[in-house]
């Protein structure tokens, strides 16, 4: 044996060096089981860097980079796929609330108006019981020029209000029972944040659009507490990989109490292997103790698989409505509110390895949040453990800060438009550092409002709706994938396709760069791969 690979050496070392290095290279470099060539891959890296070719093993990058190379790992078993120069992305990450989206009619496949009818129609007829109607998903681009009315949905049933969001989540689509649910005639104004679109008549037309009109709403839809979470979870999966998602951060669980506990642990364990990743957040209060920490510690430990876990807790309190008209200096008093509670409850968290997420309302509380977070004494630029400040709100955002305190803003992409990205404070000497990104690491655009009941925001039509704002795709691409894998501590994991990664990624049936705002409309998916494991194939996609 030992003679043979003497001679093996030797036969190499005569070799020509170009011959020889790639001889080499293929002794040692074990097959792929997929490649795909001839391919734009848009890798997300730290160089922003452009590849051909890519081949997974074991469900991770075993090599990007060109086609030469490539060819060290293909076997007489490898799959290859030659994608005709089609665009490939790294899987995108998005924010959902997972509870109740199985009670909501899937929208995301329909094509048409007439799809749209026929499923709200289908769900009805299946669904007697149901009191309010709730769908997502419908496209306006099927709308043709003519906007979406009340009336189409009229004839579908004028008794129970029927919903529907976007697939961009910032425009509802709703009936005549709806608008008046909602309190919605010819005499309500805009709401702040929202409009209301009406005829020449001044009447309501059935379509509004922006946060203040989807509150108006939402607040119709009842809480479905007794919905099955691994139905929600499941319903979930597949929506996010016929949108590109790969990773999932759920809001927080809906309940933490002893019964419901138990319903997670039983309906998790019959879920096995997924097809996307999922990390979810606990719950806690302002005066969560040690004790109730470690007994966190200890459930948790009881339901983590390899595509889900816990593996932070969030705290509320400053989401309520009220902070918009009550100054945070002037609650300093109440311990559920205050700065030093707060600081003290990240603390806590932190020390058992968990980071918080701070859910907040209005640029006070936001602000608020970012000093109680200053206070922790830092973590080191290494660490993997960083908190978060979820629907942060503000004017001009000082990076350093942000850095130094180890902390990560979830920005809702309307909120990031309408300032006109006019947000970053960046001194001099931080230009080079941030390379003046408009998304540095510290930001990310995930949809971040914990009362949605919308499930999902389609990150696609998000980067379509950038360009509008002039916001390079690369960046808006950034937002999605390796920002928000920063956030959740993913960074060396997933986030951008390199080496050593889990192989999540898509497909699209055109490359975006270089493409006017109007050649971006009927951009698709056509695949998403998590863990190198093909899980959406438009060619075989059906109605659930």
Known sequence: ???????????????????????????????????????????????????????????????????????????????????????????????????????????????????????????????????????????????SGEPPHKGILDQINDLIPIILFSS????????????????????????????????????????????GAKDLLQRLIPENSSSNYRDDLLRIQRLATRNGITTLYEAALHSVDEISWKNYKDQLSTIGAMDIRLRTSWPVSADFTDKEFLLLQQRIGQIRSDDFSVDSVSFIGWAAEIAETQNVKDRAASQDYSQGVVADLARRANHFNLPLQIVVSGKEFTASALEALESLKPLGSDSILRNVIINASFDRVDLQRLAQANTVLFIQPETMFAHNMALFRVSQEDELKVQKKYFPLGFSLLSADLSANHAMVNPLEVIKQGLVYKIPVSEMIAAFTINAAYAGGLEKET?????????????????????????????????????????FDINNEYEN
């Open 495 to 535: 986030g951008s396709l390199e080496a050593g990664k889990w192989a999540d990624f898509i497909v699209l049936d055109r490359n975006m760069f270089g493409l006017e705002e109007s050649e971006q409309r009927g951009l698709k998916v056509l695949e998403t791969f998590y863990k190198g494991q093909l899980v």
């Open 1 to 143: 044996m030992r003679l043979l690979c003497f001679l093996s050496i030797f036969l190499l070392l005569s070799c020509d060096p170009r011959e020889k290095r790639a001889a080499l290279d293929s002794t040692l470099t074990q097959p792929a089981q997929l490649i795909l060539r001839n391919a734009t891959i848009y890798t997300v890296d730290r160089a922003r860097s452009l590849a051909s070719a890519i081949a997974i093993r074991d469900g991770r990058i075993a090599f990007v980079g060109s086609e030469k190379g490539v060819e060290a790992y293909i076997g007489p078993k490898t799959n290859i796929k030659d994608l005709d120069g089609k665009l490939v992305l790294p899987g995108f990450f998005q924010r959902v609330k997972v509870r109740g989206s199985a009670g909501k009619i899937n929208l995301f496949s329909g094509k048409s108006i007439e799809d749209y009818c026929l499923s709200v129609s289908r769900y009805i007829r299946e669904n007697p019981q149901q009191q309010v109607i709730v769908g997502e998903g419908w496209n306006m681009q099927a709308f």
């Open 168 to 211: 961009d989540g910032n425009n509802i689509w709703t009936n005549s029972e709806g608008l008046a649910a909602a309190g919605i005639d010819s005499d309500t104004e805009n709401p702040r944040g929202g409009v209301i679109e009406k005829n020449e008549h001044g009447l309501a037309t059935g379509w509004l659009h922006g946060r």
